[in-house]
């Protein structure tokens, strides 16, 4: 991504904290207590959404067949029956499927038989190593790692055909030791395109998730991923800052805004696990 966007910055926060009515923008990732990894309120989200006028979904993890035993699982009856009275229409309630071989059928049953409004289905391990830690990448080149991790993605995409959303395609590069961690278009241009076209064929949606976005050269990269998604077709995509604490919500965006108009990129949510404008 080139050149100064200050401008356009600007204009969409105006436009997102001065006239509500003109943006009704969603953060349509955000974990709390009921995530293993998060100890946020619902209270504390809501709050910090409404200072910010930002909607959000909640969307707790669910990795079936985690390899820690109950980690990463959470009771859907106590979610729905915790949240529920919180629902209205600036707060819906998701979950993010964590995308494994080994779990489909499993992950299938969850959601077809929940009232989620939203499903994002993310791949957060790799031959059942989770990418958070350092044994994936052991003895692997980056390009190695990075097109094993594709591979993954696209192997799932093509059987977790009951979710709305791929979340965060630029997962890896958060935990990767390499000495530039970035996802390169241009380097795996071939397995992007594959996946895009997937997500196409299907009706799915992409998400782009805001975590790293305060970033130059993630921003660049990403601009160019979802550039292509853009010329392969693609249309739509969600935001989500991934956010696990209060002060995470909706950061970084302006700068998400700005590249889903520079790609041409309409943002939606999911209600009721139908696309909404």
């Known amino acids: 991504m080139q050149g100064d966007f200050s401008d356009i910055v600007c204009k969409y926060r105006y436009n997102i904290i001065i006239n509500r009515e003109v943006d009704i923008v969603f953060d349509t990732h955000v974990h709390t ?24 979904v909640i969307t707790e993890h669910m990795d079936i067949n ?6 990463f699982l959470f009771d859907v ?9 919180f629902k209205s229409d600036d707060l819906l309630l998701g979950v993010e499927i ?15 038989n929940s ?4 499903v994002i289905g993310s791949v957060h391990l790799v031959d059942d190593m ?9 003895d692997k080149t980056k390009q190695d790692a990075y097109k094993k991790y594709l591979q993954v993605i696209l192997k799932n ?11 965060h395609i630029d997962y890896i590069c958060r935990y990767a030791k390499y000495k530039n961690s970035e996802l390169k278009y241009s380097d795996f241009s071939d397995i992007l395109d594959e996946i895009f076209k997937n997500i196409l064929y299907t009706g799915k949606c992409i998400e782009l998730n805001t975590r790293r976005l305060n970033s130059k050269p993630a921003v660049s990269n990403l601009f160019s991923i979802y550039k292509r ?4 077709g693609g249309k739509y995509i969600t935001l989500g800052s991934d956010a696990h604490d209060h002060d995470s919500i909706g950061n970084n965006f302006d700068t998400a805004l700005n590249i889903a108009e520079k790609c041409n990129l309409k943002i939606v949510h999911f209600l009721d696990r139908k696309m909404e404008y």
């Open 229 to 232: 998604y853009s010329e392969l």
């Open 157 to 167: 995409i093509k059987e977790f055909d009951f979710i709305d959303s791929l979340g």
């Open 77 to 85: 009856k106590d979610y729905f029956d915790a949240y529920s009275r």
């Open 33 to 56: 207590k009921f995530s293993t990894d998060s100890d946020m309120k619902i209270e504390d989200a809501l709050k910090t959404a409404k200072n910010d006028n930002l909607s959000l």
């Open 66 to 71: 985690y390899p820690e035993k109950g980690e």
């Open 130 to 138: 989770d990418l958070y830690y350092g044994n994936f990448y052991k």
């Open 115 to 118: 009232p989620f409004d939203y």
């Open 98 to 112: 964590g995308m494994k071989e080994d779990c489909v059928e499993q992950s299938r049953k969850v959601v077809y």
